[in-house]
């Protein structure tokens, strides 16, 4: 049969699964009280499944952009169950491809990073209009180094870049130990326009903002079968049904378990863990003066970041796919938890002997180049979607959402120079190459920095 017939068998031989479990982060003792599941079959001019930052962001702006048109959210269970209510909570400027790194286009990149940065000011806006407060602080964001070849990419990355307008700054090790504590890194990229956010927090603003836009949302609600046409038809596992003249798919790593964009993306799982609140006095014998969040350079990066009630939270290191999509938990979480310990312990040995008082893994949508895309697809063009944030949908999941907003309204015209607008992403091979070619990825990058 050949390698290339297996690859178009391979959807058909191992059927993409939908496993959705709970939240168990420890931002998810602040998710939103859940909204009654869908009932009664129903008719709308858009549905939207899921219900994180892509699919609350698209409803908010829908209804804002269109208000004419009914809105739906559709969310298996509940408002940020997913990525968005899992991650490091590090709001970064930029797409994933193009952090720090110049494409062909440079003005290009420099109006990528305004609108990024605009985006972190409406969050800021969006806390304060809905009247919860998702910490959300704006004090910026350090990117660290531990190799001279890095740091002298950074200052000549940085040199261009203020040469454009975009104020971001070279770090030595002596100010990076002044902000937070550390001296385990030689210098770092500092960006003014970076921040840190109570991940659930901002989701549940979005879920306020989204309703009172006039977005239904139903949660609990889970969709077994999508029929694509001009008028799609949306069947959820307790046997309802949701016709959309318009559907966006707002399901990030489980997009392709529903039959959309399967070559795509890489579903990669990440881990994060928490300490218990440190003392006052813990913080200054550490020296984390500053609530800045910061990341390190290497391929299996390390994120870090402290909360209002004084924990430090740290993920990254090895990621993990799992043959054929399965997003769900197996035990295997105590090799990374381990990892995630060394790290900590080795940039603050003080902290060798603090254990972790939680932590969790999530799924995140990995393209193989870290560029995003966002646009529309299907047969009669009214499917939208916002995948591939690799690392950096926080912030820029709800750019996104407006962006969708405005091609389901009509309005492309402003959003087509972007070239993450419709961007084609590189193909992702089906199963088993897929697996194959994503354990030698992660194997060789754990070899090339040990």
Same mark, same amino acid.
């Given at each position: ?34 909204? @009654? ?31 004419? *048109? ?61 009247? &919860? ?31 454009? !307008? ?38 549940? $603003? ?17 969709? +077994? ?13 307790? !046997? ?7 559907? +966006? ?7 392709? !378990? ?15 863990? +928490? ?36 924990? &430090? ?35 603050? @040995? *003080? ?12 799924? &995140? ?8 895309? +966002? ?25 996104? !959402? ?29 199963? @088993?190459?897929?697996?194959? $070619? ?13």
């Amino acid at each position: 049969m050949g390698s290339a017939g297996l690859d178009r068998l391979s959807p058909w031989i191992w059927r993409d699964p939908l496993p959705l479990e709970p939240n168990g982060s420890y931002w998810a003792r602040s998710q939103p009280a859940q909204n @009654p599941k869908l009932t009664e079959d129903l008719n709308v001019d858009v549905a939207v499944l899921g219900g994180g930052f892509t699919g609350l962001s698209s409803a908010y702006f829908l209804r804002s952009v269109s208000p004419h *048109k009914s809105v739906a959210v559709l969310e298996a269970r509940g408002c940020g169950n997913g990525a968005s209510g899992r991650n490091g909570a590090m709001v970064l400027t930029m797409t994933a491809d193009r952090f720090m790194s110049f494409s062909s286009d440079p003005s290009m990149d420099k109006r990528i990073y305004d609108l990024t940065a605009e985006n972190i000011r409406f969050l800021s806006k969006l806390s304060a209009a809905t009247g &919860i407060d998702c910490e959300l602080d704006t004090q910026g964001a350090l990117q660290v180094f531990d190799s001279h070849v890095d740091l002298k990419a950074a200052k000549d990355y940085v040199d261009k870049a203020r040469s454009l !307008g975009m104020p971001v700054e070279i770090w030595d090790a002596p100010r990076i130990a002044g902000a937070v504590g550390t001296d385990a890194y030689l210098g770092g990229f500092f960006d003014p326009n970076g921040g840190q956010v109570h991940p659930m927090k901002l989701v549940h $603003a979005f879920k306020a903002a989204a309703q009172g836009a006039g977005a239904k949302i139903y949660e609990n609600t889970m969709v +077994v079968s999508i029929e694509e046409g001009r008028e799609h038809v949306l069947r959820t596992g307790e !046997g309802r049904t949701v016709r959309a003249k318009s559907l +966006v798919l707002a399901t990030n790593a489980f997009t392709p !378990g529903l039959g959309f964009l399967r070559n795509s993306i890489l579903p990669l799982k990440e881990y994060v863990a +928490v300490t218990r609140p440190l003392s006052e006095q813990e913080l200054r014998e550490i020296g984390w003066r500053l609530r800045i969040p910061f990341n390190d350079s290497r391929m299996e990066v390390y994120y870090l970041g402290l909360t209002q009630d004084r924990r &430090i939270h740290i993920g990254g290191g090895a990621p993990r796919y799992s043959f054929n999509n399965r997003t769900s938990s197996n035990g295997e979480s105590s090799p990374h938890l381990l990892q995630l310990g060394r790290e900590l312990a080795r940039i603050y @040995p *003080k902290l060798s002997g603090v254990e972790f008082a939680q932590s969790w893994d999530g799924v &995140i949508d990995w393209s193989l180049d870290a560029a995003p895309s +966002v646009g529309c697809t299907g047969r009669y063009r009214n499917v939208f979607y916002g995948i591939g944030y690799s690392g950096h949908g926080v912030n820029l999941t709800s750019v996104f !959402g407006r962006i969708i907003a405005e091609l389901e309204a009509g309005r492309d015209e402003p959003w087509k120079p972007y070239p993450f607008v419709n961007n084609r992403l590189y193909y992702v091979p089906n199963e @088993p190459f897929r697996w194959l $070619a994503a354990e030698a990825g992660i194997s060789y990058y754990a070899l090339s920095e040990s």
